[in-house]
C-alpha cells in the first residue's frame, strides 16, 4: 500500500520591518532584471514593450487611453509614443472626421518584434498584480495606503512615471 505524501505547510516567518523591506527588494530587483533582461532581448524598453502589448490588444488607442491603461502621465507616454514611432514600432493615424484625433497602431514591425520578445510583456511587477485576485489586491492596496502615509514629504506624483528601470 502506497503512503500519500501530504505536503507540510510551512509556518510563516514573523514579519519584521527588515523581513518586509527584504520582500520590497525581492521585487524591485526582479522586476528590474526583467526589465533588463527585456531591453537586451528585444532592443525596447520594458514600457516601450508594455505599450505595444497594450496597442496589440486595442489596436487603435490614442495617448490618453493608452496612458490610463499603464497609470502613466500623458506626456510621459507621448514621448515615449515618439520613439516608437521613429524607430518604425508604431504607426500615429488620424481619423478623417477629426484631424486632432490621433489613434495609434502597431505596424509590422511593432507585432513581429511583440511576438518574439520576452514575457510577460507588461512585466513581471505589472503582471503579477493582474493576475492577483480582487481581494487580495485591495488589501495589499489598503496596507500599502498605510505604509506610504508614514512616508514624510512622499511625492503622489510618482505614481504616474514608470520605473526608472523599464524607461
Not at 521585487?27 to 525596447?44: D, F, K, Y
Not at 498605510?146 to 514629504?153: A, C, E, F, G
Request: proline share 5%.
Amino acid at each position: 500500500m502506497a503512503e500519500t505524501q501530504q505536503k507540510v505547510k510551512k509556518p510563516a516567518a514573523q514579519a519584521t520591518p527588515l523581513s518586509v523591506l527584504q520582500r520590497f527588494r525581492i521585487l524591485i530587483r526582479t522586476a528590474q532584471r526583467h526589465s533588463q533582461w527585456i531591453e537586451r532581448q528585444s532592443g525596447v524598453t520594458g514600457a516601450q514593450l508594455w505599450a505595444l502589448q497594450e496597442l496589440r490588444e486595442a489596436p487603435g488607442l490614442r495617448v490618453g487611453e493608452l496612458a490610463n491603461r499603464m497609470a502613466l502621465h500623458q506626456s510621459t507616454t507621448s514621448n515615449m509614443v515618439d520613439r516608437l514611432e521613429t524607430s518604425g514600432l508604431i504607426r500615429k493615424e488620424r481619423t478623417s472626421a477629426d484631424q486632432r484625433v490621433v489613434r495609434l497602431h502597431l505596424t509590422d514591425d511593432g507585432l513581429a518584434l511583440l511576438s518574439r520578445a520576452p514575457s510577460p510583456a507588461r512585466g513581471v511587477l505589472p503582471e503579477a498584480l493582474r493576475l492577483m485576485d480582487d481581494e487580495g489586491l485591495a488589501s495589499l492596496q489598503s496596507e500599502l495606503e498605510k505604509l506610504l502615509r508614514q512616508i514624510k514629504n512622499l511625492d503622489e506624483g510618482f505614481g504616474m512615471q514608470p520605473l526608472p528601470f523599464t524607461e
